[in-house]
């Protein structure tokens, strides 16, 4: 098998799987993108097995610390552990991700599961060049009524990929609903946003809903309303959602409808609207995306996530809640609490944390992998000033 020697004091040898071709010694036997490739250290000692691609920054990521060949066996052997382990957790296994990359030993492949419906999207060129084998596996496994290829992923383009969606079994379903803790979601996964839901916070939904009975709500970043949604099933007093996309807002509507209750939206920069809106709330929610997709622009994104904090809290009641989120893995928790805290001391607020937030356990944290650990979210009570 060809492969490649890696440099001392590589990353792979503190746990991580991923090799950069910085951390390339010599490679042997000619391999081609997509190529699984043998791992060997400076001693010719054997490190496992990778996918590989020369055209991107990650020349590498290993999949075994043992030989394996990405046969049709072993993606049965690999989705099957991926399908057990969500079935093992407390959550809705029909509403979920099923498989997340690195995470599941299956590096750029991702799928999601809408009850009979999946979404599928491979970022890596080794599992865009097995995509048949991908799919003829999740058929024999779930048997879904459809699977939706949903690659428009930035990330391709690190791997040289185009990007497309499209049917790979079964017809394009037609917008269909879900239901989560009450709340009704509609679905529509070749044209909504990602893969149709970001399910990776659902179970945050409910606990920042825990304190908004009698309240008066912000959403901001609402996407398709799912905080605002589970406030106003918990009685909130009044919710306003805002977003800058009318898409957003107006599955903002939709979904209020479908769950029968009532969430004003308003579609606006979030920056704008914090800046100019006169009105203050006792629960306010900010759940942007990501501000940086790389480590170089990490300072300017907390400069932006300190912003939009500094202009919350001037928004915020006495005695009120802020629930705030970040989902680059590029900044880490502690960047992300350090932005909170110099708003707090620049608007002279002190607060205090009452939750702390992270991924839903069906995209599992690989403890070797940071890049596995992105979102984090902490809610905090406005103190007393001292």
Same mark, same amino acid.
């Given at each position: 098998?060809?492969?490649?020697?890696?440099?001392?004091?590589?990353?792979?040898?503190?746990?991580?799987?991923?090799?950069?071709?910085?951390?390339?010694?010599?490679?042997?036997?000619?391999?081609?993108?997509?190529?699984?490739?043998?791992?060997?250290?400076?001693?010719?000692?054997?490190?496992?097995?990778?996918?590989?691609?020369?055209?991107?920054?990650?020349?590498?990521?290993?999949?075994?610390?043992?030989?394996?060949?990405?046969?049709?066996?072993?993606?049965?052997?690999?989705?099957?552990?991926?399908?057990?382990?969500?079935?093992? @957790?407390?959550?809705?296994?029909?509403?979920?991700?099923?498989?997340?990359?690195?995470?599941?030993?299956?590096?750029?492949?991702?799928?999601?599961?809408?009850?009979?419906?999946?979404?599928?999207?491979?970022?890596?060129?080794?599992?865009?060049?097995?995509?048949?084998?991908?799919?003829?596996?999740?058929?024999?496994?779930?048997?879904?009524?459809?699977?939706?290829?949903?690659?428009?992923?930035?990330?391709?383009?690190?791997?040289? @990929?185009?990007?497309?969606?499209?049917?790979?079994?079964?017809?394009?379903?037609?917008?269909?609903?879900?239901?989560?803790?009450?709340?009704?979601?509609?679905?529509?996964?070749?044209?909504?946003?990602?893969?149709?839901?970001?399910?990776?916070?659902?179970?945050?939904?409910?606990?920042?809903?825990?304190?908004?009975?009698?309240?008066?709500?912000?959403?901001?970043?609402?996407?398709?309303?799912?905080?605002?949604?589970?406030?106003?099933?918990?009685?909130?007093?009044?919710?306003?959602?805002?977003?800058?996309?009318?898409?957003?807002?107006?599955?903002?509507?939709?979904?209020?409808?479908?769950?029968?209750?009532?969430?004003?939206?308003?579609?606006?920069?979030?920056?704008?609207?914090?800046?100019?809106?006169?009105?203050?709330?006792?629960?306010?929610?900010?759940?942007?995306?990501?501000?940086?997709?790389?480590?170089?622009?990490?300072?300017?994104?907390?400069?932006?996530?300190?912003?939009?904090?500094?202009?919350?809290?001037?928004?915020?009641?006495?005695?009120?809640?802020?629930?705030?989120?970040?989902?680059?893995?590029?900044?880490?928790?502690?960047?992300?609490?350090?932005?909170?805290?110099?708003?707090?001391?620049?608007?002279?607020?002190?607060?205090?944390?009452?939750?702390?937030?992270?991924?839903?356990?069906?995209?599992?944290?690989?403890?070797? @992998?940071?890049?596995?650990?992105?979102?984090?979210?902490?809610?905090?009570?406005?103190?007393?000033?001292?």
């Amino acid at each position: 098998m060809a492969g490649i020697i890696i440099k001392p004091r590589s990353r792979i040898f503190h746990g991580h799987d991923w090799v950069y071709a910085s951390e390339i010694q010599k490679t042997f036997g000619n391999p081609e993108p997509g190529d699984l490739i043998s791992l060997k250290d400076f001693k010719d000692r054997p490190l496992g097995c990778a996918i590989y691609n020369p055209n991107s920054q990650i020349v590498a990521r290993r999949i075994s610390r043992r030989t394996q060949n990405l046969d049709e066996e072993f993606f049965a052997r690999r989705i099957g552990q991926s399908i057990d382990y969500r079935a093992s @957790l407390d959550l809705n296994n029909q509403l979920c991700r099923l498989v997340w990359s690195e995470s599941d030993g299956l590096p750029g492949l991702i799928v999601d599961r809408y009850g009979d419906h999946l979404v599928m999207q491979t970022t890596t060129i080794a599992m865009e060049q097995r995509q048949d084998i991908i799919a003829k596996t999740l058929l024999e496994l779930l048997s879904p009524t459809s699977i939706t290829l949903r690659n428009d992923s930035s990330m391709r383009k690190a791997e040289g @990929l185009e990007e497309e969606i499209k049917m790979i079994h079964g017809a394009q379903p037609e917008p269909f609903t879900v239901e989560h803790n009450g709340s009704i979601f509609e679905i529509d996964p070749a044209n909504g946003q990602k893969t149709g839901l970001y399910l990776d916070i659902m179970d945050s939904y409910a606990r920042v809903a825990k304190h908004a009975e009698g309240k008066k709500v912000l959403d901001v970043f609402c996407n398709q309303g799912g905080f605002g949604l589970a406030c106003a099933k918990t009685g909130a007093d009044s919710i306003l959602a805002v977003d800058i996309s009318e898409s957003a807002t107006a599955a903002t509507t939709r979904n209020a409808e479908l769950t029968g209750v009532e969430i004003e939206t308003v579609t606006s920069n979030a920056f704008d609207f914090l800046r100019r809106h006169e009105g203050t709330y006792d629960l306010i929610i900010l759940d942007p995306p990501s501000f940086t997709r790389n480590k170089k622009s990490v300072n300017d994104a907390m400069r932006g996530y300190k912003e939009i904090h500094l202009r919350a809290l001037a928004k915020l009641n006495p005695s009120g809640i802020l629930a705030t989120f970040c989902c680059s893995h590029h900044a880490t928790r502690e960047i992300f609490l350090s932005s909170v805290q110099r708003a707090a001391v620049d608007g002279r607020r002190t607060l205090r944390m009452i939750d702390s937030h992270t991924q839903r356990l069906d995209h599992p944290i690989i403890t070797t @992998l940071p890049e596995t650990e992105y979102l984090k979210g902490f809610t905090f009570q406005l103190a007393p000033n001292r």
